[in-house]
């Protein structure tokens, strides 16, 4: 076996939850952080994504036995203290109080509108530390940043030496990005809701506000549709490779969105139309053209399938699938896919796709779709996602700014950047190479704003690392891909330009990776970064 996690045993805790998953008789192996690190107190600007503004200064917090988290009144104020406190009291082994009087200690605070919707300011000094924001999800960002500044062992699941101290000063951060994604494809191979609620939380940890599901493709569809039933039932029986699959409930689905929201994601939901559809095709045979339904795929090419542009039935489920999956979804966005649709005509992609974006507006929704959207007629509002490379053509690049420039916003996603299934080097498995290899600095090293030619900086909306699963089935490998690269489109997404700096952020990339051995996570030990020793 090729496959090099840097940990793969341990206490397994799933990151910020309350669940603590006990291994039994086993101990951490290789995972404790060196002494000499743990006594010193992080650096007020050591966190990942790069805080806006910090401004060091002053004596430390240290938590101790008699620390609480003092919340505002709020049900929404006080679910966070008790997030927080959650995190805090296996590992110290204090009993951490969530109340909402007290003075000292940690102070979850929401104040008037200068923060916005996702921005917070967190001071630290001898008497406490406290976090302020306009907006929960800026006082939940907050205190990922807070946890980054105690020491790596706070994410440990049994009780630790401490000392817990957060260095003396302030920061006041806010998102550079309204838009800041990670895609999971649990078409290719079926991922469990825990699965998902493990990944929710390793993102929350940087930021991420935005969890999109690739929901079906050819070889699996994965959500209920009460309408159409054969979909999840047929359509979802089998993954790459010949494997049970798998598919939501509708039950299932409402969970994963309560527990996204829970750690402020917004789930967007795809339904990858007219190709990706062999799922679809196969489970019902009046989608086709011909009539007939072929069998379930199970391998890895793309763009043989195609829904029935001409046929009415199509628009009938399209409409009954959008419909019911707009009622699953709280969020503004329903994604449509609309790549690599192959094995349909240009006039008729143009003509579904039209169709298709009428229908998502009819229930309320804003379209996304994969850019090739740009050679339709995008929808007023809709953002296509980029996932092109270097190597894309000039008119296909054109095509896009044109319709940037025209209204249509961008989420970039480009595939030798931030497609977390490519592999890090030819040594590094799994993974596929299609887009190139993807080291950790190349990963990181682009700006968004001026990524694209002739794209005006404010048609960028953001960026998502989208993470294909043909080769992936595990968590564990999930994790491996992910970390380190997932970090740094976080901290595209989330750091002002004037933050980017490799050397810099390297070193606090590095710092991570004590973090995630705590929580039991896999990830790529690159070279290029100076991981601590121990
Ligand atoms: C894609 O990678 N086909 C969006």
Redesign the pocket.
Known sequence: MRRRHSTTSGPTRVLGSLLLVAAAGVTAVGAAPAPAAEAATTPLNRVVPAPAEVRPGGRPYRLTWATGVHVDGSAEVRRIGEYLAGILRPSTGYRVPVTEHGAGGIRLHLSDGRFGAEGYRLTSGPAGVTVTASAAAGLFHGVQTLRQLLPASVERGSVQPGPWRIAGGTVEDRPRYAYRGAMLDVARHFFTVGQVERYIDELALYKINTLHLHLSDDQGWRIAVDSWPRLAAYGGSTQVGGGRGGYFTKADYRHIVRYAASRYLEVVPEIDMPGHTNAALASYAQLNCDGTAPPLYTGTR?GFSSLCVPKQVTYDFVDDVVRELAALTPGRRLHIGG??AHSTGHADYVEFMDRVQRVVARYGKTVVG?HQLTGATPAKGALAQY?GLDGTSATEKARVAEAARNGTGLILSP?DRV?LDMKYTAGTGPGTRWAGLVEVRRSYDWNPGSYLPGVPASAVRGVEA?L?TETLTRSSEIEYMAFPRLPGAAELGWSPAATHDWDAYKVRLAAQGPRWDALGMSYYKSPQVPWPAG
């Open positions: 793309v790549d690599e994969w996932w595939a497609y989208p294909w």
